[in-house]
Structure formats: C-alpha cells, structure tokens
C-alpha cells in the first residue's frame, strides 16, 4: 500500500498569504495524484486532479505541481474560504490511498 | 446536475447489521465508479474500496475488505454499503463519491452519512 505522508500537519498563514503543502509518497504514482478540501461539516471537495489540473470552477489561485513522489499545492494568495483541511490522494495503485491531512489555519 | 444523496443517520448496537445507500442522479450511474470514504470524527479521510455500477467490478482496501460489502444497482442508480456485523471501531462518517471521468478521482460527493455504533 502506497503511504502518503503530507507536511506540515498544521500551516498558520494570514489572509493574502502564499500557502505551500507538501505530499510524499513512498513509492512512484507518476502523476496520477489529487489534491481535496474540506471545510468542517462539508463534504471534501476535489481540486486538483492528476497533479497539476485544476477541476472544474477552482480559483486559479490553486496550483498543483510534481511528480512521482513529491507533489506541491500552492495556493497564491490566501483567501478567508481557503482556510481548511486539504488532503492528498494517490490512484496509482490500489488501493487507493488518502494523506493525513493538512489544516490551513488563521493566524 | 449531478447529485449524489445518501441514506440518513444510523444508531446501531454493536453486532447488528447495516445496509446505507447513495443515489445518483444527473449523470450516466452506470460508467462511473462509487467510492466509499470514512472519516471518523476529527481523523483524516479513509478510502474504503468503489464499485462499477456498470459490471459490478469492486474494489476495496485491505483494511476493509470483509469487513464491509459495497455494492450497486445500476437499474435504480444506487449504491450500498453493508456492514453484517458492527462494531463501535465502525462508528464514523461515511461518505460516498463519484469517480471523475473514466477515472476515480472522486469529483462529486454525497452529504455524508453519520453511522453512530453503541451499546
């Protein structure tokens, strides 16, 4: 089973902040990888799919990027909405797996 | 629009059994995967395991398989999840959603359903 570890497990940004959220995986998932949302009592959302494409209607202000093992999401300028949870997804392999999470907390 | 709308709150003893459901509506159910994510209350997301509702092909984590059975009806756009036998360990959101495309990156998703498992 593929083990994704994402860091920081807590990122403190204010508004209008670039954030930068790391995921690793223990071994290659090319690019076959995702980036979720979750806001507390929501659903996650998808925003990213297979590593750098943004899903339909995300804010150009999120960007993935990487490959086989290491993959960044950056979001640009930190809007209040954007604070969050954010995990990382990988479907290289079954079965699929989730990260632990990211919480994008106000500072 | 697409739509996933899941089966309501659970409160089970310990050993019953448990059959929750998602429905589909505004797609084509058939040529997409379901999946099945557990969160339990303040823990992160667990993929659990999907089903082609076109062929019946499941899938599953090895941390649930035979725990758990998922499966769909293709003829009512719905689909399962099933416990036989609960535990308290089952107690936790579940959460279904749709694979994107002809992929399982999971693009749309149901409102979640809070199976509670005490004694």
């Known amino acids: 089973e593929i083990v994704l570890t994402q860091f920081p497990a807590t990122l403190s940004l204010s508004p209008g902040e670039r954030a930068t959220l790391s995921c690793r995986a223990t071994?290659?998932?090319?690019?076959?990888f995702a980036w979720y949302q979750q806001k507390p009592g929501q659903a996650p959302r998808l925003l990213i799919y297979d590593a750098s494409n943004r899903a339909t209607g995300i804010p150009a202000r999120f960007s993935g990027s990487g490959s086989g093992t290491d993959f960044t999401l950056t979001i640009s300028s930190l809007e209040p909405e954007d604070f969050a949870v954010y995990y990382c997804q990988q479907r290289s392999n079954w079965p699929r797996t989730f990260g632990q999470g990211t919480k994008v907390e106000i500072k | 629009e697409v739509q996933l709308v899941q089966s309501g709150a659970e409160v089970k003893k310990p050993g019953e059994s448990l059959k929750i459901s998602c429905k589909g509506s505004g797609y084509n159910f058939a040529n997409s995967w379901i999946g099945w994510v557990r969160q339990v209350p303040g823990k992160g997301l667990e993929w659990m395991g999907l089903?082609?509702?076109?062929?019946?092909?499941?899938r599953y984590s090895p941390s649930f398989q035979g725990q758990v059975t998922i499966s769909a009806d293709k003829s009512i756009n719905t689909a399962y999840l099933y416990w036989s036998s609960l535990k308290a360990s089952d107690t936790a959101m579940y959460y279904c959603a749709r694979g994107m495309g002809l992929f399982d990156y999971f693009d749309y998703w149901g409102q979640g359903a809070l199976v509670t498992v005490s004694s």
């Open positions: 071994q290659s998932v090319r690019t076959s």
């Open positions: 089903v082609y509702p076109g062929d019946s092909d499941t």
